[in-house]
């Protein structure tokens, strides 16, 4: 069974950092790109960012909005994918999913984990 | 960016009738040389995360109930559900794929009449 596990959110204050991670079970994770969504509170869905598998380079791409601020990262050895999140503002205050993409470029995603919250306020 | 406009934001439905969400892209999302459209559809239950039921505008993903079907090709495309069961109850959301930022449709709410 495919399962995807998002971690490390959490309430913290503007400006400050905080790292996410994803285990994930059931597949190759090797074989896969990951990306990353997020959704404020009741509000829609929105990219976040991606990263290749290593077969392609382990590259990434980012919103503009988080460009800079954000990093994903991978570790195969563990099947663990991570978002670290720099400066963070209030208006990064949502629920992060993680998601297994289907191609070696960001598209659509098959399977999602069911999220961590996490809320940016002084 | 690609913007995904989804419409009616919100939809009643009685049991067992049919319910239909479009979505329009300002561009096309046809891959020509791949002939496929980078569009997919999404249903997020409440208090779950959402789950992948259309891809390529028109594959449905193994095992979504065959009362949901997708259609539509460049810039319109229709999310179509043929008989509403209990369980449809939901936001559907479109999202595109084919350049990045992926963009999302604002997503429509379905519930029962």
């Known amino acids: 069974e495919v399962k995807l596990v998002e971690s490390g959110g959490g309430f913290v204050q503007p400006g400050r950092s905080l790292r996410l991670s994803c285990r994930t079970s059931g597949f190759t994770f090797g074989n896969f790109g990951v990306s990353w969504i997020r959704q404020a509170p009741g509000k829609g869905l929105e990219w976040v960012g991606f990263?290749?598998?290593?077969?392609?380079?382990?590259?990434?791409e980012y919103a503009a909005n988080v460009k800079g601020r954000f990093t994903i990262s991978r570790d195969d050895s563990v099947g663990i994918a991570y978002l670290q999140m720099n400066s963070l503002k209030t208006e990064d205050t949502a629920t992060y999913f993680c998601?297994?993409?289907?191609?070696?470029?960001?598209?659509?995603?098959?399977?999602w984990g069911q999220g961590v919250r996490v809320t940016v306020s002084s | 960016d690609i913007v995904l406009t989804q419409s009616p934001e919100s939809l009643a439905v009685s049991l067992g009738e049919g319910a239909t969400i479009t979505c329009k892209s300002n561009q096309s999302l046809l891959y020509p040389s791949h002939n496929k459209n980078y569009l997919a559809w999404y249903q997020q239950r409440p208090g779950q995360p959402p789950s992948l039921l259309i891809s390529?505008?028109?594959t449905r993903e193994s095992g979504v109930p065959d009362r949901f079907s997708g259609s539509g090709s460049g810039t319109d495309f229709t999310l179509t559900i043929s008989s509403l069961q209990t369980e449809d109850v939901a936001v559907y959301y479109c999202q595109q794929s084919y350049s990045t930022p992926l963009t999302f449709g604002q997503g429509t709410r379905l519930e029962i009449k």
């Open positions: 390529w505008a028109s």
């Open positions: 990263i290749r598998s290593n077969v392609y380079g382990a590259t990434t």
């Open positions: 998601a297994r993409d289907v191609d070696y470029s960001p598209s659509h995603v098959d399977y």
